[in-house]
């Protein structure tokens, strides 16, 4: 068995940490013969849960778990840490605004960008889950110079999953028939859910998704808006934001990071802009990415029509909007 790799989770206490820290314990993320150290970071007021999560993971007794190490301190946390799961925020309640967010948000994602600087391995992989994650990346990294912006990334894999499991199901195929479905810009209901370099498996024959399914219409409206309000309409229902379909997202954003991604197949994530597609530079962007050697690459020269581009604009301009009010905040 190889040496163990150290992985952090902010919010272990909450409720996507607490299916996630069962997948990334049992293997699904670094894989079924890599043994982990698992650090768990939350607020002082959380201990006593944060102590029931410990005891539990305990119980399931996991054959790649070596060690599980609670705490409030940012810096224990972190310590010599391989990979970084910061999904630790305040999530958002029915009826409340992202940009509402943005404030309470922004000092957590600044105070650990700091700490992360000063005692994580300066490879260490970032994912930010908690919300608004483009900008609460952008402030990590930002506060983190020591480590390289590749590193730090934020989830619109949750994005991807819904828009594929849409298409899936109108097509009435596997999800694992469709693939290379793009979500650009922010993880917000401006995101923009592309099929049109899509791929579907219908009947045996490999099609693009927008020949499959052979209606334009629903493709710009419909589609688009159920994807982009997805996370609205889970917290309708239940009250509490998506949790088992993020951490699941989260973990496929970060196997693939880790393992790579497949042949010619891409997915989503975003990652620090420098500028591809006419985006502007220094924010965090979601785009089509290929990963080899645990290096992300924006896959270029996919066509982009006046559609795609006005969304794709309008996506980022709410992320320079956010920028501009994240360093505001960060200069008080
Ligand atoms: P939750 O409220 O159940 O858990 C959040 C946990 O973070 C709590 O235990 C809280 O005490 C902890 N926390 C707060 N401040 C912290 C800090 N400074 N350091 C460490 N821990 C801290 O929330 P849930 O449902 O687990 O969601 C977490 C975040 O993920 C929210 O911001 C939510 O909006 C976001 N999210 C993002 C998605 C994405 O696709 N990017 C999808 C779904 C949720």
């Known amino acids: 068995m190889s040496e163990a790799v150290k992985v952090c989770v902010t919010g272990a206490a909450g409720q996507i940490a607490y299916s996630l820290l069962y997948s990334i314990a049992k293997g699904d993320v670094f894989g079924s013969d890599q043994p982990i150290i698992l650090t768990l970071l939350d607020i002082a007021p959380m201990e006593g849960v944060l102590n029931g999560v410990v005891m539990e993971l305990m119980d399931c007794a996991m054959p790649l778990l070596k ?29 409340m605004e992202r940009k509402d967010l943005l404030a309470a948000n922004i000092k957590i994602f600044k105070s650990q960008g700091a700490a992360l600087d000063t005692v994580a391995k ?27 912006k590749e590193n730090f990334s934020c989830l619109t894999r949750l994005d991807q999953n819904r828009a594929q499991a849409q298409i899936a199901a109108r097509l009435g195929i596997p999800n ?38 052979k209606d334009d219409n629903y493709l ?3 589609f688009l808006t159920t994807v982009q309000k997805r996370g609205g309409e889970v917290i309708k229902a239940r009250k509490l934001s998506s949790a088992m379909s993020a951490a699941k997202a989260t973990a496929d954003h970060m196997r693939d ?22 985006i502007p530079e220094g924010i965090m962007y979601s785009y089509p990415v290929r990963i ?41």
């Open 67 to 95: 060690e599980v190490i609670p705490t409030c301190d940012e810096k224990v946390a972190f310590k010599d840490i391989d990979a970084a799961f910061l999904v630790g925020a305040m999530p958002r309640r029915e009826g």
């Open 220 to 222: 710009k409206n419909e």
């Open 292 to 332: 080899a050697n645990k290096q992300w690459k924006i896959v270029e020269g996919l066509e982009i029509n006046d559609f795609a581009r006005e969304k794709m604009d309008l996506t980022a301009k709410e992320l320079c909007e956010e920028r501009a009010m994240a360093e505001e905040i960060c200069n008080q």
């Open 257 to 278: 990071w880790w393992f790579g991604t497949q042949g010619d197949n891409w997915v989503s994530m975003g990652v620090f802009s420098t500028g591809a597609y006419g």
């Open 122 to 148: 300066k490879t260490v992989k970032v994912v930010v889950v908690g919300n608004p994650a483009n900008t609460n990346a952008l402030i990590c990294s930002k506060y983190a110079p020591s480590i390289p």
């Open 176 to 213: 694992s028939a469709v693939s290379n479905v793009i979500i650009w810009g922010n993880h917000s209901s401006t995101q923009f859910p592309d099929v049109r370099h899509a791929k579907a498996i219908v009947n045996g024959k490999t099609v693009p998704v927008p020949e499959a399914v």
